[in-house]
T-cell receptor
Framework: DGGITQSPKYLFRKEGQNVTLSCEQNLNHDAMYWYRQDPGQGLRLIYYSQIVNDFQKGDIAEGYSVSREKKESFPLTVTSAQKNPTAFYLC????????????FGEGSRLTVL | AQTVTQSQPEMSVQEAETVTLSCTYDTSESDYYLFWYKQPPSRQMILVIRQEAYKQQNATENRFSVNFQKAAKSFSLKISDSQLGDAAMYFCAYRSPVAGGKLIFGQGTELSVKP
Protein backbone atom coordinates (compact mmCIF):
# COMPACT_ATOMS: atom_id res chain seq x y z
CA ASP A 1 0.00 0.00 0.00
CA GLY A 2 1.13 3.55 -0.69
CA GLY A 3 1.90 5.73 2.26
CA ILE A 4 4.39 7.44 4.51
CA THR A 5 6.48 5.54 7.02
CA GLN A 6 8.11 7.21 9.97
CA SER A 7 10.55 5.53 12.31
CA PRO A 8 11.13 5.07 15.10
CA LYS A 9 7.71 5.61 16.66
CA TYR A 10 9.22 6.33 20.07
CA LEU A 11 12.73 7.58 20.75
CA PHE A 12 14.58 8.53 23.90
CA ARG A 13 17.68 10.65 23.84
CA LYS A 14 20.09 12.02 26.37
CA GLU A 15 20.83 15.71 26.37
CA GLY A 16 23.69 16.61 24.04
CA GLN A 17 23.03 13.80 21.57
CA ASN A 18 21.91 14.18 17.99
CA VAL A 19 19.12 11.96 16.75
CA THR A 20 17.76 11.29 13.26
CA LEU A 21 14.12 10.61 12.49
CA SER A 22 13.37 8.68 9.33
CA CYS A 23 10.61 9.48 6.82
CA GLU A 24 10.00 7.41 3.69
CA GLN A 25 7.16 7.74 1.16
CA ASN A 26 6.15 5.61 -1.81
CA LEU A 27 3.48 7.97 -3.11
CA ASN A 28 5.74 9.48 -5.76
CA HIS A 29 5.16 12.91 -4.26
CA ASP A 30 7.64 15.66 -5.03
CA ALA A 31 7.26 17.73 -1.87
CA MET A 32 7.85 16.62 1.70
CA TYR A 33 7.51 18.37 5.07
CA TRP A 34 8.46 18.07 8.72
CA TYR A 35 6.17 19.45 11.41
CA ARG A 36 6.52 19.60 15.14
CA GLN A 37 3.48 19.25 17.40
CA ASP A 38 3.36 20.50 20.98
CA PRO A 39 0.27 20.53 23.21
CA GLY A 40 -1.93 23.55 22.54
CA GLN A 41 0.21 24.85 19.68
CA GLY A 42 -0.99 22.95 16.67
CA LEU A 43 1.59 21.96 14.06
CA ARG A 44 4.59 24.12 13.30
CA LEU A 45 6.70 23.74 10.17
CA ILE A 46 10.36 22.83 10.65
CA TYR A 47 11.66 22.21 7.11
CA TYR A 48 10.25 21.38 3.71
CA SER A 49 11.54 20.17 0.39
CA GLN A 50 9.88 20.64 -2.97
CA ILE A 51 12.39 18.65 -4.98
CA VAL A 52 15.37 16.36 -4.55
CA ASN A 53 18.56 18.07 -3.34
CA ASP A 54 16.69 21.21 -2.31
CA PHE A 55 15.01 22.22 0.94
CA GLN A 56 13.89 25.35 2.78
CA LYS A 57 13.62 26.37 6.40
CA GLY A 58 10.22 26.58 7.97
CA ASP A 59 9.15 28.64 10.95
CA ILE A 60 11.17 26.79 13.61
CA ALA A 61 14.26 25.41 11.83
CA GLU A 62 16.83 26.31 14.50
CA GLY A 63 18.44 23.19 15.98
CA TYR A 64 17.27 20.94 13.15
CA SER A 65 18.78 19.75 9.87
CA VAL A 66 17.47 17.77 6.91
CA SER A 67 18.62 16.20 3.67
CA ARG A 68 16.80 15.18 0.49
CA GLU A 69 19.08 12.90 -1.49
CA LYS A 70 16.26 10.73 -2.78
CA LYS A 71 12.70 11.54 -3.74
CA GLU A 72 11.37 8.93 -1.34
CA SER A 73 13.32 9.98 1.75
CA PHE A 74 13.42 13.10 3.91
CA PRO A 75 15.23 12.43 7.23
CA LEU A 76 15.22 14.98 10.05
CA THR A 77 18.12 15.35 12.46
CA VAL A 78 17.44 16.90 15.84
CA THR A 79 20.74 18.33 16.96
CA SER A 80 22.02 19.11 20.43
CA ALA A 81 21.47 22.78 19.60
CA GLN A 82 17.70 22.31 19.77
CA LYS A 83 16.86 23.67 23.21
CA ASN A 84 13.54 21.91 23.76
CA PRO A 85 13.44 18.86 21.50
CA THR A 86 10.87 16.79 23.39
CA ALA A 87 7.86 16.75 21.05
CA PHE A 88 5.83 14.79 18.55
CA TYR A 89 7.22 14.99 15.02
CA LEU A 90 5.12 14.51 11.91
CA CYS A 91 6.36 13.97 8.38
CA UNK A 92 4.13 14.64 5.39
CA UNK A 93 4.19 14.64 1.62
CA UNK A 94 2.05 16.73 -0.69
CA UNK A 95 -0.20 15.42 -3.42
CA UNK A 96 0.82 16.49 -6.92
CA UNK A 97 -2.60 18.05 -7.52
CA UNK A 98 -4.03 21.54 -7.50
CA UNK A 99 -5.41 21.27 -4.00
CA UNK A 100 -2.18 19.74 -2.75
CA UNK A 101 -3.38 18.23 0.48
CA UNK A 102 -0.79 16.72 2.76
CA UNK A 103 -0.56 13.05 3.60
CA PHE A 104 0.96 12.31 6.99
CA GLY A 105 2.96 9.56 8.58
CA GLU A 106 2.08 8.18 11.99
CA GLY A 107 4.59 10.38 13.75
CA SER A 108 7.60 9.97 16.02
CA ARG A 109 7.59 10.83 19.69
CA LEU A 110 10.98 12.11 20.87
CA THR A 111 11.71 12.39 24.57
CA VAL A 112 14.91 13.93 25.87
CA LEU A 113 15.95 12.59 29.24
CA ALA B 1 1.93 36.30 6.77
CA GLN B 2 -1.12 34.10 6.88
CA THR B 3 -2.56 32.98 10.21
CA VAL B 4 -5.22 30.48 11.20
CA THR B 5 -7.21 30.75 14.42
CA GLN B 6 -9.39 28.18 16.10
CA SER B 7 -11.02 29.86 19.06
CA GLN B 8 -12.57 26.76 20.61
CA PRO B 9 -9.94 24.63 22.41
CA GLU B 10 -12.58 22.06 23.37
CA MET B 11 -16.06 21.15 22.19
CA SER B 12 -18.52 18.49 23.22
CA VAL B 13 -21.47 16.93 21.39
CA GLN B 14 -24.04 14.29 22.14
CA GLU B 15 -23.99 11.23 19.92
CA ALA B 16 -26.26 11.66 16.86
CA GLU B 17 -26.34 15.44 17.31
CA THR B 18 -24.72 18.13 15.16
CA VAL B 19 -21.70 20.21 16.10
CA THR B 20 -19.90 23.09 14.38
CA LEU B 21 -16.21 23.83 14.80
CA SER B 22 -15.04 27.36 14.04
CA CYS B 23 -12.01 28.53 12.10
CA THR B 24 -10.94 31.96 10.92
CA TYR B 25 -7.92 32.91 8.90
CA ASP B 26 -6.11 35.99 7.81
CA THR B 27 -4.68 36.42 4.31
CA SER B 28 -4.29 38.98 1.58
CA GLU B 29 -4.38 36.35 -1.14
CA SER B 30 -7.45 35.75 -3.24
CA ASP B 31 -6.69 32.21 -4.30
CA TYR B 32 -5.92 29.55 -1.70
CA TYR B 33 -7.03 26.23 -0.25
CA LEU B 34 -8.51 25.32 3.10
CA PHE B 35 -8.58 21.98 4.88
CA TRP B 36 -9.89 20.27 7.96
CA TYR B 37 -7.80 17.46 9.40
CA LYS B 38 -8.76 15.01 12.11
CA GLN B 39 -6.24 13.62 14.61
CA PRO B 40 -7.66 10.72 16.65
CA PRO B 41 -5.87 9.32 19.72
CA SER B 42 -3.63 7.30 17.40
CA ARG B 43 -2.25 10.73 16.33
CA GLN B 44 -2.48 9.89 12.63
CA MET B 45 -3.55 13.02 10.74
CA ILE B 46 -6.49 12.30 8.45
CA LEU B 47 -7.89 14.66 5.84
CA VAL B 48 -11.57 15.31 6.48
CA ILE B 49 -12.51 17.85 3.83
CA ARG B 50 -10.97 20.42 1.46
CA GLN B 51 -12.22 23.67 -0.06
CA GLU B 52 -10.85 25.71 -2.94
CA ALA B 53 -11.30 29.44 -2.36
CA TYR B 54 -12.43 30.08 -5.93
CA LYS B 55 -15.38 27.73 -5.50
CA GLN B 56 -18.48 29.34 -4.03
CA GLN B 57 -20.13 26.02 -3.30
CA ASN B 58 -19.42 24.64 0.15
CA ALA B 59 -17.65 21.29 0.19
CA THR B 60 -19.41 18.22 1.58
CA GLU B 61 -18.11 14.77 2.44
CA ASN B 62 -20.81 12.48 3.82
CA ARG B 63 -21.60 13.74 7.36
CA PHE B 64 -19.00 16.52 7.13
CA SER B 65 -19.66 19.87 5.52
CA VAL B 66 -18.14 23.32 5.63
CA ASN B 67 -19.51 26.82 5.74
CA PHE B 68 -17.00 28.85 3.75
CA GLN B 69 -17.45 32.61 4.04
CA LYS B 70 -14.66 34.13 1.95
CA ALA B 71 -15.38 37.76 2.74
CA ALA B 72 -15.47 37.04 6.45
CA LYS B 73 -12.46 34.70 6.16
CA SER B 74 -14.32 32.02 8.01
CA PHE B 75 -14.22 28.26 7.42
CA SER B 76 -16.32 26.28 9.89
CA LEU B 77 -16.78 22.51 9.94
CA LYS B 78 -20.17 20.96 10.61
CA ILE B 79 -20.39 17.36 11.72
CA SER B 80 -23.87 15.87 11.45
CA ASP B 81 -25.13 12.73 13.20
CA SER B 82 -22.03 12.67 15.40
CA GLN B 83 -20.54 9.27 16.14
CA LEU B 84 -18.26 8.09 18.91
CA GLY B 85 -15.51 7.66 16.33
CA ASP B 86 -15.62 11.37 15.57
CA ALA B 87 -13.96 12.11 18.90
CA ALA B 88 -10.58 13.60 18.01
CA MET B 89 -8.55 16.77 17.68
CA TYR B 90 -9.58 18.76 14.63
CA PHE B 91 -7.22 21.13 12.86
CA CYS B 92 -8.08 23.80 10.34
CA ALA B 93 -5.33 24.52 7.79
CA TYR B 94 -4.58 27.08 5.08
CA ARG B 95 -2.48 26.60 1.96
CA SER B 96 -1.27 29.30 -0.35
CA PRO B 97 -0.92 28.40 -4.04
CA VAL B 98 2.67 29.59 -3.74
CA ALA B 99 5.16 29.45 -0.85
CA GLY B 100 6.10 25.82 -1.28
CA GLY B 101 2.65 24.39 -0.72
CA LYS B 102 3.12 24.30 3.02
CA LEU B 103 0.09 24.19 5.29
CA ILE B 104 -0.46 26.65 8.12
CA PHE B 105 -2.41 25.08 10.95
CA GLY B 106 -4.67 26.41 13.65
CA GLN B 107 -4.21 25.43 17.28
CA GLY B 108 -6.81 22.69 17.10
CA THR B 109 -10.17 21.91 18.70
CA GLU B 110 -10.58 18.80 20.80
CA LEU B 111 -13.99 17.25 20.18
CA SER B 112 -15.52 14.80 22.61
CA VAL B 113 -18.64 12.78 21.79
CA LYS B 114 -20.93 11.71 24.60
CA PRO B 115 -22.93 8.48 24.25
Amino acid sequence: DGGITQSPKYLFRKEGQNVTLSCEQNLNHDAMYWYRQDPGQGLRLIYYSQIVNDFQKGDIAEGYSVSREKKESFPLTVTSAQKNPTAFYLCASRANSNTGELFFGEGSRLTVL
Amino acid sequence: AQTVTQSQPEMSVQEAETVTLSCTYDTSESDYYLFWYKQPPSRQMILVIRQEAYKQQNATENRFSVNFQKAAKSFSLKISDSQLGDAAMYFCAYRSPVAGGKLIFGQGTELSVKP
